[in-house]
């Protein structure tokens, strides 16, 4: 079977229209009548609700759950080439509103949902590209957008990838491929007066994640001469800043040693001597420092993703419980706590509502000096709440 050029139609079980008539991006298979699944991948479809009324225009994966992502709620815009050109051009220029460009740094230039290309991620390092596809019907103009984007950024290097576990979900084949320059070395980029290197041929990124940019410059401030726990610290995003600005002593805590390595390597290139870094597990560690009779003027909590789908709420909910009240016991008084959650179905209400509940347990008072979400380039598409994902609060712990 083949791609039909004009959109096919497909019907919304009964009172199943209300999210789209909001204009989210996400059709799940459970919510529809006819579930496409004869259909081939890519195909362009007109999304009607049960009386037949139109309501948007997406594109069908019958290999995956989130059966078709929409893209158009105008019955004048037609699915195509072009739209996707000028859908990339838009979101590069709403990072120009935000901050000039500067050739050395990093930055996300397409956030998949939040620029209206849901499936589509582009971040750029420097003068090079790491392209995430996320959506197997996206693919059908893999190719196109691939060219687009060297076009329009003159970009030396595309990394583009679908990974392992996204490929096994949406029902297609792993991918890595290169446009340009092969890339026989790490790309070497600026971030926070920092020199940081991303290998963006590896199967993991080794970079720092750059939703957090803007945190761990204002993370830091907070840290002159004070004693810091970076736990979870990854590649070491935040306690790199942190030391670079005066903290008097960092200790980083992580799982992967890959991770480590790098954030050690980091630290050499960029002359740090107050921060070292031990492996372990996040609340392993914690309870170990405890035991240890260890205290901090400031600890740093950015685990990963503990719920990924909305039956995880309630327990990840208990586990950041658990890690806040682990890191309150190590706190000075006056000490701050960096708590952040990258769960998108974790609400900041119900985050806030968790720290509630832990000073009450632990005691303690909380003091919030600063509520913060992701840099500007990881905008928040209002109509997708699940793009509003990262949480990040400085608190005064008494």
Not at 96 to 115: C, G, I, K, W
Not at 207 to 221: E, I, K, P, T
Not at 238 to 267: H, M, P, Y
Request: with cysteine; net charge neutral; hydrophobic share 40%.
């Amino acid at each position: 079977m083949t791609v039909s050029e004009q959109p096919i139609p497909l019907r919304l079980k009964p009172t199943r229209q209300f999210p789209f008539l909001a204009r989210h991006p996400w059709v799940h298979a459970h919510a529809l009548a006819e579930d496409g699944r004869d259909l081939e991948c890519g195909q362009v479809i007109d999304l009607l609700d049960h009386d037949g009324n139109w309501i948007a225009r997406g594109i069908l994966n019958p290999a995956s759950r989130l059966r078709i992502r929409l893209y158009a709620f105008d019955t004048a815009i037609a699915i195509d080439e072009k739209l996707w050109q000028k859908r990339i051009d838009e979101a590069i220029l709403r990072r120009r509103v935000t901050a000039p460009l500067d050739h050395q740094a990093a930055e996300r230039l397409v956030f998949s949902e939040s620029d209206l290309l849901s499936g589509l991620i582009v971040d750029r390092y420097a003068d090079c590209l790491g392209v995430q596809f996320t959506s197997g019907a996206l693919l059908r103009w893999k190719d196109s957008i691939l060219d687009y984007l060297r076009q329009a950024l003159g970009s030396r290097s595309i990394v583009a990838r679908i990974d392992p576990r996204t490929a096994k979900h949406e029902g297609v084949d792993e991918l890595e491929t290169c446009l340009g320059e092969p890339l026989s070395a790490p790309v070497v980029y600026r971030q926070n007066d920092l020199d940081l290197v991303v290998d963006l041929q590896s199967g993991q990124k080794t970079g720092g994640f750059l939703d957090q940019r803007c945190n761990h410059q204002a993370v830091a401030s907070y840290l002159h001469g004070r004693r810091v726990l970076d736990v979870c610290c990854y590649t070491g995003g935040f306690g790199l800043v942190a030391a670079k600005q005066g903290a008097a002593e960092v200790l980083g805590i992580d799982s992967s040693q890959a991770a480590l390595d790098a954030a050690v390597k980091a630290a050499e290139r960029n002359g740090l001597n107050a921060i070292t870094f031990e492996k372990g597990d996040c609340f392993d560690s914690l309870k170990k420092c405890a035991q240890e009779g260890r205290v901090f003027d400031a600890v740093i909590l950015d685990p990963p993703r503990f719920a990924g789908s909305r039956h995880q709420i309630d327990s990840a909910l208990r586990a950041y419980g658990r890690l806040n009240s682990l890191a309150l016991d190590l706190l000075t008084p006056g000490g701050i706590l960096v708590t952040c959650s990258c769960s998108g179905r974790v609400s900041r209400a119900d985050f806030l509502n968790m720290l509630l509940d832990v000073g009450r347990r632990r005691r303690r008072d909380m003091v919030v000096m600063e509520n913060r979400g992701p840099s500007p380039d990881h905008p928040v598409a209002i109509s997708c709440p699940e793009s509003d994902y990262l949480k990040c609060l400085i608190a005064e712990i008494r």
